[in-house]
């Protein structure tokens, strides 16, 4: 893999201009077509540890629309390994091709390669377990094993460089958060002057002991929870207006489980006046853009408006 910059694109919304916000957005999405945004900087490290060490697989593992499961997939095709994904939910597995069919994430990764093995929830919950992975060592003797996410020291490393000289301008640095890991290095690389916003995808209050886990090195950062919807990939007709507006009005198009939902709390916060006027605001899009033909399958299901779709 080869180190990378992305570019910084400023937004222009109404409510910015009234407010007299700047909000720009830095496009980690565009890094890679497949290893795009945050995964690529957590397997950057990654990839070249298991390359020096010789490993001939990557393992990992996700739920049926990860983006971790569909960027392993797509890293260890060009990069010659390998790939072996462990998916939740064994039902999934009774009929692969009805599965496949229906799950763009899974066809797709599949394409590059990767085998699946799909486990019980409760069999998942163990996933982290010293008894769990022994037995994966067992069965797959020659794999780099890679947490679910991608989050680890590695990975952290990869997210310090999202940030560069070229952020040093900005006030707020602004994260969407699933595992903590890409916000963790982005604390690490920002500026004292600078202040960082997670906003997470999930609901609960573990963030913060997870974020102080992965040893950050400053105190300049501040989860807020007022903005996951319900909880990881849960969304409602609001966002779903919200993301397909912001796409028409500025162009960048938003993921409805990660970047949609900060992007939502950024735009609240500064209609509530949470931001001084001349504030400067980077927001960091961390792709996922893949995610969006399989949550419209939900929605279709439910009757519910679709989103915008790269793809349509």
Known sequence: MQ???????EIFLPELRAKEVRLFVKREDALHPVISGNKYRKLFYNIAFAKKKGYSKLLTFGGAFSNHILATAGAGFEFGFKTVGIIRGEELGVDIEKTLLNNETLRRA?????????????????????????????????????????????????????????????????CAVGTGGTISGIINSSSKHQQV????????????????????????????????????????????????????TSGVLLDPVYTGKMFYGIVD?????????????????TGGLQGISGMNNVLAKKNMPLLIDRNI
């Open 110 to 174: 599949k394409d590059y390669g990767m085998q699946f093995e799909f486990i019980s929830r409760s069999d998942y919950k163990e996933k982290s377990s010293q008894s769990f992975l022994l037995t994966l060592k067992q069965k797959y003797p020659n794999a780099y094993i890679l947490p679910e996410g991608g989050t680890n020291d590695k990975a952290i490393q990869g997210c310090e460089e999202i940030l560069n000289d070229h952020t040093e301008d900005f006030e707020f640095i602004c």
């Open 197 to 248: 916003l997670g906003f997470p995808a999930l609901k609960g209050d573990f963030l913060e002991n997870e974020i102080k886990g992965n040893k950050v090195n400053k105190n300049n950062w501040e989860i807020i929870p007022d903005y996951h919807f319900g909880g990881y990939a849960k969304i409602n007709e609001e966002l779903i207006t919200f993301n397909n507006n912001f796409f028409n």
């Open 269 to 285: 916060m500064v209609n509530k006046d949470k931001f001084a006027k001349g504030t400067k605001i980077l927001a960091i899009h």
């Open 3 to 9: 180190a990378a910059t992305s570019n910084i694109e």
